[in-house]
């Protein structure tokens, strides 16, 4: 008889630490700041790039908190059973579409020579996503015309964790947050005065504060700042 499927464990799905949220915070501020190399397309597939990117970041992270929220529950403290890992299928799902579009996008960059990079290094993940992806994408009709076969309907963490599931497709988990990361690497390129090394910062909205002084000059040319 085939055993249970075991739940996954945050142990075995590794943390991303690419400053994805510091970058966001870094773009915003290149509004301000005039980039004349750049034309108003490059600025645009960078934007949309860097928003895909975060987006799967989100996902990913999202779905590693819901198994560490499971890891560390327990019954009698929480007041009854709480079922965290119902909802990582959501995340899972959704950083999947958003890490293959980033993908698929980046295998188009010829000109970027990260994205050159970032698409031969990655081939074989990046088709294994493609795989589960499409077979996700076109789920519905299978399930309309009753061809619904074996394995989890819902793209799920299998293995504890070391890999990700849909049907009878898997892609190890560590591939995924290679893409991730990759595709992090890619974006962060076309900011050059970004350090891509930075510390990882946690999310939020982003806050804009502005200072001001005003200088003074009397008629004895004394001078003195307000502010």
Sequence with gaps: MKSAEKMP??????????????????SFMCVFVP??????D????????LHTVASASR???RARELVELQDNADQSRDGGAIFHILDVS????????????????IRRLDSWQEARKFSSN???????????RNQFDHMHSQVTAAEIGGGPISIVFGDEGKSIKFR???????????LI??????????????????????????????????TVTDADGNTREIG
């Excluded at 980039?35 to 108003?40: K, N, V, Y």
């Excluded at 990655?122 to 589960?132: A, F, G, P, T, V």
């Excluded at 988990?173 to 290679?178: E, G, I, K, R």
């Excluded at 690497?185 to 005003?214: C, H, W």
């Design 9 to 26: 464990t945050a142990k075995n799905i590794p943390d991303l630490s690419g400053n994805i949220e510091g970058l966001k915070r870094h």
């Design 35 to 40: 980039e004349p190399s750049l034309s108003p």
């Design 42 to 49: 490059d600025r645009r597939t960078r934007a949309w790039l």
């Design 59 to 61: 996902h990913y992270t």
């Design 90 to 105: 959501e995340q899972i799902e959704d950083c999947v579409t958003a890490t293959y579009r980033a993908c698929m996008a």
């Design 122 to 132: 990655y081939k074989k993940s990046i088709e294994e996503l493609r795989s589960i």
């Design 168 to 178: 009878k497709l898997s892609m190890d988990t560590v591939s995924l947050h290679a």
């Design 181 to 214: 990361d990759g595709a992090y690497r890619v974006v962060a390129s076309q900011y050059p005065a970004f350090n891509v090394d930075s510390k990882k910062e946690a999310g939020g909205p982003i806050k804009l504060t502005m200072t001001a002084s005003v």
